[in-house]
Nanobody
Framework: VQLVESGGGSVQAGGSLRISCAAS??????MAWIRQAPGKEREAVAA???????SYVDSVKGRFTTSRDNAKSTLYLQMNNLSPEDSAMYYC???????????????????????WGRGTQVTVS
C-alpha cells in the first residue's frame, strides 16, 4: 500500500482547501484523514470505508467532506470554512484489513490504521 498526499498549503480563515491522496491497493479498504498539530495528539478527522460510509469528528462535521474515486485510486478531503485550529499536518491512512464492516464510529480510531502517507501541511491564518 502506497499513499501520497497533495494539495496542502496556506489559506486564510474562512477559506477552503481540497487535499488528495493517491493510493494504491486500497479500493476496498477503510481510509482515514488523520491530522497532527505541533504539541497535540494525532486526531482522525474523517474516514470512509469501501462501501462509502463516512464518519467525521464533531469539530469538522458540516465543514469537511471526504470522498473516494476508486477508478482514480484517490481519496479526497474537501475542507470548507477553515479556522486556525485546523492547521496541522494531514495524513492519509489506510486500514490493514481489506474490508471493514464494523461500526461507523470506530472508523475514527487512528490506532487501527497501519499504512500512512508522509502528510501534507495545512496552515490557516
Amino acid at each position: 500500500v502506497q499513499l501520497v498526499e497533495s494539495g496542502g498549503g496556506s489559506v486564510q480563515a474562512g477559506g477552503s482547501l481540497r487535499i488528495s491522496c493517491a493510493a494504491s491497493a486500497v479500493v476496498t479498504r477503510c481510509m482515514a484523514w488523520i491530522r497532527q498539530a505541533p504539541g497535540k495528539e494525532r486526531e482522525a478527522v474523517a474516514a470512509i470505508d469501501g462501501n462509502g460510509r463516512t464518519s467525521y469528528v464533531d469539530s469538522v462535521k458540516g465543514r469537511f467532506t471526504t470522498s473516494r474515486d476508486n477508478a482514480k485510486s484517490t481519496l479526497y478531503l474537501q475542507m470548507n470554512n477553515l479556522s486556525p485550529e485546523d492547521s496541522a499536518m494531514y495524513y492519509c491512512a489506510a486500514d490493514p484489513d481489506l474490508s471493514y464492516t464494523g461500526p461507523v464510529w470506530l472508523m475514527l480510531a487512528a490506532i487501527r490504521y497501519n499504512y500512512w502517507g508522509r502528510g501534507t501541511q495545512v496552515t490557516v491564518s
